[in-house]
């Protein structure tokens, strides 16, 4: 029996959606959420979405140069690449939602419209400006409007 290209999209999702809850997937950690928790995550979907990952995970942001090394830039996170640490500030809550929606280009959050609270969402808003992916900014800015 061949697959609907609907039971093939929903099994795609369901693997990426591993990609956000299996850490032994994961080849990165951001380690300093504003709250402290972890938030596991895959560089190269990280850096196909936006291109502050890109710099951040693969070019030239200082992070990405050393093996050990932290920053405050007033971004979103924090996070250890192997042994190398990123620093940005927001909570996990919002980082998990940005991660989530460069994996799977949606995010539980905007689905969560009357539940959301709604500092949450203008978090959301600022940090997917930082991060530079529009689609998500707009995403937010319309429940927030």
């Known amino acids: 029996m061949i697959k609907s290209s ?3 999209i929903s099994h795609r999702d369901a693997y990426y959606k591993t990609l956000l ?3 032994r997937l994961a080849d990165v950690t951001f380690e300093r959420t504003l709250d402290g928790v972890r938030v596991h995550a895959v560089r190269v979907l990280l850096a196909a979405q936006s291109d502050v990952f890109r710099s951040m995970l693969y070019g030239s942001f200082a992070e990405g140069q050393r093996d050990t090394s932290s920053m405050d830039d007033g971004g979103c996170g924090g996070c250890v690449v192997h042994s190398v640490v990123h620093s ?3 909570t ?3 980082f998990k939602s940005i ?3 460069c994996v799977t280009d949606d995010a ?3 689905k969560l419209e009357s539940a959301a609270d709604p500092k949450d969402i203008v978090s959301l808003v ?3 400006d930082f991060f530079n992916l529009p689609e998500l900014k707009l ?3 319309s429940l927030a409007w």
């Open 139 to 141: 995403k937010a800015e």
């Open 21 to 23: 809850t299996d850490e």
């Open 108 to 110: 539980e959050i905007l």
């Open 99 to 101: 991660v989530e929606y």
């Open 88 to 90: 940005v500030a927001c």
């Open 126 to 128: 600022m940090a997917a």
């Open 6 to 8: 609907q039971q093939a």
């Open 92 to 94: 996990s809550t919002i």
